[in-house]
């Protein structure tokens, strides 16, 4: 049972996280444009604060029954916040050819610590996953299952985003061409997520 948790942690963030978002391209521009050890030390930081999300999500889906619009309230910041880091990353990335060059990043860690924090939409996700596991009965809410799940999503975190640098790497040559693009693309991803959640949440 406990090994069942945390496959099923791991399968749910890997899966989660494998579409193209601000995380795993993040990670693939560090990777490009800093070094190998500050990605990874970007995506440990990143897997992280999922941990921290998953324990807030298991904690909020158990007033999901009775409080439904707590969700609802997430969802309208994490549209807000998106918003902003969208516009924020599309103004940097245009006017990135008016820069000599680009600052190093220093910490890795602590940029994915900070940037997966305000990933709010992980909350929701996690959240009504974990309601939806533990009303098919494939997890259990005690706090070693959870504890262990939340273990599970932290490595299939860290293993997407590992995936990206893989790729990254492998590809660097023909991805140094089009870094300069790349904050555009977080800029528009982390936009039309907004737009589409608002379009969902509202219409």
């Known amino acids: 049972m406990i090994l069942s948790h945390l496959a099923l942690g791991f399968v749910t963030s890997y899966i989660g996280y494998t579409p193209p978002s601000m995380l795993n391209i993040t990670a693939s521009k560090i990777c490009i444009e800093n070094n190998r050890k500050i990605a990874y030390q970007f995506a440990l930081g990143a897997s992280v604060i999922v941990l921290i999300q998953v324990l807030l999500a298991v904690l909020l889906s158990s007033f999901l029954k009775e ?24 103004y940097k990335g245009l006017s990135k050819s008016k820069q000599k060059e680009n600052k190093p990043i220093r910490n890795g860690f602590f940029f994915g610590l900070s940037l997966s924090s305000v990933n ?59 870094s300069k693009y790349f904050t555009i693309l977080i800029g528009v991803i982390t936009g039309f997520i907004a737009i589409y959640s608002a379009v969902k949440l509202y219409f």
């Open 67 to 90: 409080y439904p619009q707590i969700i609802t309230w997430v969802k309208k910041i994490a549209i807000f916040v998106f918003a902003i880091i969208s516009a924020t990353f599309i």
């Open 120 to 178: 709010m939409f992980a909350i929701p996700f996690f959240a009504v996953a974990h309601s939806s596991f533990v009303m098919h009965g494939w997890a259990m809410s005690g706090l070693v299952c959870t504890s262990v799940f939340g273990l599970g999503t932290v490595l299939g975190t860290f293993a997407i985003l590992s995936s990206y640098l893989f790729l990254a790497q492998k590809f660097e040559n023909k991805l140094i061409e089009y």
